[in-house]
């Protein structure tokens, strides 16, 4: 039984010869030529996709290594988009997209996503706060088996918890200062846990990839152990240009 298409991607002419690429369900990745675009695409095997981790790394594999390939002009589809046929694809994404998508294809046109997490240590932070401002400590001391009013137990917290986000935007403020200039552009992304301060993707040059490493890796050395910063220097630029449709077949 046929299930139609999965897409992966769209590509700008002339399109890349001879692949040798699995994709979901270990089907061949092939190439769909529409109008003046290439459309990435494998035989579905199924209905619907869920969004597993399994189906998920290889949706990315496939868009990575065409990239690592050499072609540096791709847009990535958002996981799970299947089609029933190619009139489909035409009627309801590239000629009603046109425009867009040749846009979105030159703006990423010899550039990549590289993406930057930053933990810290909150516990340790609190501590560090407190040494450099030995009042505040004296001060939080005393809530220890003193009678307090309320009015100065909530002071002092929101003292220490007004210092402890001056302590995060000062870190903030120093990757963007340092690594914003070298992008085209920057997304800043939510935090996704309480030890994560700082959750940003960058679209930068293809050959700056180096020297934003080194970037990173002097940051690193800055705040020697006081940071765990999670370097991503290779991704499908989902974050600039990913297609959000839905297609009805």
Not at 55 to 78: A, C, F, T, W
Not at 102 to 110: C, F, P
């Amino acid at each position: 039984m046929s299930y139609g298409f999965y897409i992966y991607g769209i590509l700008t002419l002339p399109a890349p010869q001879n692949l040798n690429l699995e994709g979901l369900d270990r089907q061949p990745v092939q190439i769909k030529i529409l109008d003046d675009f290439a459309v990435i695409y494998s035989q579905a095997q199924q209905e619907r996709y869920l969004a597993s981790r399994r189906n998920l790394l290889s949706h990315e594999k496939v868009l990575e290594e065409i990239m690592q390939g050499g072609d540096r002009y791709l847009l990535p589809v958002q996981f799970g988009l299947l089609v029933s046929s190619w009139e489909t694809v035409s009627q309801q994404l590239i000629r009603p997209h046109q425009e867009e998508l040749t846009q979105l294809l030159a703006k990423l046109s010899g550039c990549r996503e590289v993406s930057v997490k930053v933990f810290w240590d909150i516990e340790a932070e609190i501590q560090g706060l407190l040494a450099e401002h030995p009042n505040l400590k004296t001060e939080r001391d005393k809530l220890v088996g003193q009678p307090l009013s309320m009015e100065r137990v909530i002071q002092i917290g929101q003292t220490i918890e007004q210092g402890m986000s001056d302590r995060k935007q000062g870190i903030i403020d120093v990757f963007k200062s340092t690594l914003n200039s070298i992008a085209i552009e920057v997304v800043e992304n939510t935090p996704q846990m309480d030890t994560m301060i700082y959750n940003s993707a960058y679209l930068i040059p293809w050959e700056a990839e180096s020297q934003f490493s080194e970037y990173v890796e002097a940051l690193d050395r800055q705040f020697e152990n006081r940071l765990r910063i999670r370097y991503n220097n290779f991704t499908a630029p989902y974050n600039f240009a990913r297609l959000r449709l839905t297609i009805s077949n």
